[in-house]
């Protein structure tokens, strides 16, 4: 079965950083497009940065020029560098993936169990 296990989450005060880690594992074909998402309490689920296999990223105008999204493709690990941390960047972030496995005609996504980011002033 494929598997997304998050860590790097904890408590930080506002200014300070933190580095959040995905790794995938299982029996996998390929992996596309790998990326973060958080969700703080009573609030939808947001994206946050996303990178593809060759590299390319994108991220939400309120993470820019704070976050960086990178990847080990050899790993099948994805990073999420977040520097300058503000309080209203708390919430539970989501590592998210878009796998093929090896018995899978087409790619679907696969999501881990979150871990929690809390910025305080």
């Known amino acids: 079965q494929v598997q997304l296990v998050e860590s790097g989450g904890g408590l930080v005060q506002a200014g300070g950083s933190l580095r959040l880690s995905c790794t995938v594992s299982?029996?996998?074909?390929?992996?596309?497009?790998m990326g973060w998402y958080r969700q703080a309490p009573g609030k939808q689920r947001d994206f946050v940065a996303v990178?593809?296999?060759?590299?390319?990223?994108n991220y939400a105008g309120s993470v820019k020029g704070r976050f960086t999204i990178s990847r080990d493709n050899s790993k099948y690990t994805v990073y999420l560098q977040m520097n300058s941390l503000k309080p209203e960047d708390t919430a539970v972030y989501y590592c998210?993936?878009?796998?093929?496995?090896?018995?899978?005609?087409?790619?679907?996504?696969?999501w881990g169990q979150g871990t929690q980011v809390t910025v305080s002033s």
């Open positions: 998210n993936a878009e796998i093929r496995g090896i018995v899978d005609i087409s790619t679907r996504d696969y």
């Open positions: 990178i593809t296999s060759s590299g390319r990223t």
């Open positions: 299982g029996s996998i074909r390929s992996i596309d497009a």
